[in-house]
């Protein structure tokens, strides 16, 4: 969690107060009294690693399997769109072919987490966690897929509730051996 300054969680104080005025609500009734001091609380935790832009809780351990893929699916997520500041969610599929080194498998969870803490959009969460494994694992080959249903979409504008979206990052040998690249693309797609 983010540990926000006296003045930040004043301007986020203010700032809610303010929103609920301009919305017509009443600041001051008894519902909604506490709701800036609340607010500033889910956004530590929403908001947590804004401006990080290494991931540094992990552990590296030496393997001689080289060939073979890890994939970690299925991995649930939650993020902020950057343009309305409303929620988009799903999950996360990331599979790697190492070259000598292995992530602690718990720790791509927590780099997906890590890296969905912060206002953005979709492509660029995918290319984060992509460019994070990256750096750190150094794999032959790597792939991260990413699904998710965006409130943006849902619950105003458009309004087209269950809409998925999809944005997927192939690298290397997970781009150019049809094998793995297929193999994940057929797991990822059978969930
Ligand atoms: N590519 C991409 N677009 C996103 C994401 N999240 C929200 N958006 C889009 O950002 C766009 C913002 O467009 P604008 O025209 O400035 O905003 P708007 O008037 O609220 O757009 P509508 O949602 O179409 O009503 C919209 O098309 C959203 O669907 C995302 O993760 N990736």
Known sequence: MKTFNNEQILKLQTGVTDL?????????????????????????????????????DYKLF???????MVVVEGIPFYSMCEHHLLPFFGTV?????????IIGLSKVPRLVDWASRRPSVQENLTHLIADEMQRIVHPKGLAVNVTAR??????????????QTNTSIYRDLLKTDTFLRDSFAR????R
Do not use: W
């Open 20 to 56: 609920l005025a301009a919305i017509g609500d009443d600041p001051d009734r008894s519902g909604v009294i506490e709701t800036p001091e609340r607010v500033v609380k889910a956004h530590a935790e929403i908001f947590a690693h804004t401006g990080e832009t290494q991931f540094s």
């Open 62 to 68: 030496d393997t001689t399997q080289d060939a073979d």
């Open 93 to 101: 599929d990331v599979s790697y072919v190492p070259d000598g080194e």
């Open 150 to 163: 965006h409130m943006c979409m849902e619950m105003r504008g458009i309004n087209q509730p269950g809409t």
């Open 187 to 190: 797991r990822v797609s059978q």
